[in-house]
């Protein structure tokens, strides 16, 4: 269930959601093209918080497509579209670094995280 068929049932606001609605949601940038969509939401279980977003971009239907752990941070609820809003642009993100469905980063190394928020302009949280 995503946000958009979550929201028509009155679940709760844009503040609290739960993690299931948010999976299969469309991340788009400012320009209105459409980036890809949310395939998992990346917790920290130390403290709680949402770490990553993990976009899938590019590819036809899914096949070749390649996965973007994106900052929580670098993403903002469009709440009108029911859809979340990315500021990079196509190419800035076809260019970021990311991987395959078989081959996950370890995300809680920190030369990874700070090159992943560099590339955002994010600070982690």
Known sequence: MNYDERSTQGAGTTRLMGAETLIGNDVYNQQGEDLGDIK????DTNTGNVCY???SFGGILGVGSKL????WSALKLDTENKRFILNVDKERLNNAP???KDH???MADESWEKTIHSYYG????
């Open 53 to 55: 977003a993990v976009l």
């Open 98 to 100: 990311g991987f395959d």
């Open 40 to 43: 998992e939401i990346m917790l």
């Open 104 to 106: 996950w980063p370890n």
């Open 68 to 71: 973007f752990a994106v900052p």
């Open 122 to 125: 994010t600070t982690k949280q």
